[in-house]
């Protein structure tokens, strides 16, 4: 059964760089397209970005100067930097394999708190 | 960007009644394939997104049959034909055309 684990530290103070990382145990890491999703506290989705099986990625426009998406094929994992964080990151982050696909498989989130 | 508009953003039901959500994008989701490019997901409380449908029509993987998608083109409907205690949390629509994915701004379904 596919799990994605993801891990990261959840408070971080404004200003300093968010960076979590995911890995996929139980399924293929090749040939899908990652993405990261994150989530206000009561709030709705919003995607951050993606990275593709050949390392190509693309970022939301409102992040794209902040976000780096980066990929370890060797230990399939997938990481997500975030600089210059302020209060308005505060969120449940998801990383997710496979999204806008047939199957996709959500990581079981990260709850990042900027104080 | 694809904006996503769902409605209503909530609705209660009664165990074994029907539920409809709606959910309309800003441009076609409808490629020269012939598949709209609409999933929808169930967050239920404290969980992860679920995928329920993909393609606008194609039910996941262990969804049940009583989960619905229809419609093409820039509005489409998820329905649920008896509402059972467990399939209470929010539905999101997301359009997944364009990279950049959008989600709509979710339905939450509660049981009166």
């Known amino acids: 059964q596919v799990q994605l684990q993801q891990w990261g530290a959840g408070l971080l103070k404004p200003s300093e760089t968010l960076s979590l990382t995911c890995a996929v145990y139980?399924?293929?890491?090749?040939?899908?397209?990652w993405s990261w999703i994150r989530q206000p506290p009561g709030k709705g989705l919003e995607w951050i970005g993606e990275i593709k099986n050949s390392g190509t990625t693309k970022y939301n426009p409102s992040l794209k100067s902040r976000v780096t998406i980066s990929a370890d094929t060797t230990k399939n994992q997938i990481s997500l930097k975030l600089t210059s964080v302020t209060a308005a990151d505060t969120a449940v982050y998801y990383c997710?394999?496979?999204?806008?696909?047939?199957?996709?498989?959500w990581g079981q989130g990260t709850l990042v708190t900027v104080s | 960007d694809i904006v996503m508009t769902q409605s209503p953003l909530s609705l209660p039901v009664s165990p074994g009644e029907p539920a409809s959500i709606s959910c309309r994008s800003s441009q076609s989701l409808l490629q020269s394939n012939g598949y709209n490019y609409l999933d929808w997901y169930l967050q239920k409380p404290g969980q992860s997104p679920q995928l329920l449908i993909y393609l606008g029509s194609i039910r996941a993987s262990g969804v049940p049959d009583r989960f619905s998608g229809s419609g093409s083109g820039t509005d489409f409907t998820l329905k649920i034909s008896r509402v059972e205690p467990e399939d209470v949390g929010v539905y999101y629509c997301?359009?997944?055309?364009?990279?950049?994915?959008?989600f709509g701004p979710g339905t939450k379904v509660d049981i009166k």
């Open positions: 139980g399924g293929s890491f090749s040939g899908y397209y």
């Open positions: 997710a394999r496979g999204l806008g696909g047939s199957g996709s498989y």
């Open positions: 997301m359009q997944a055309l364009q990279t950049g994915f959008t």
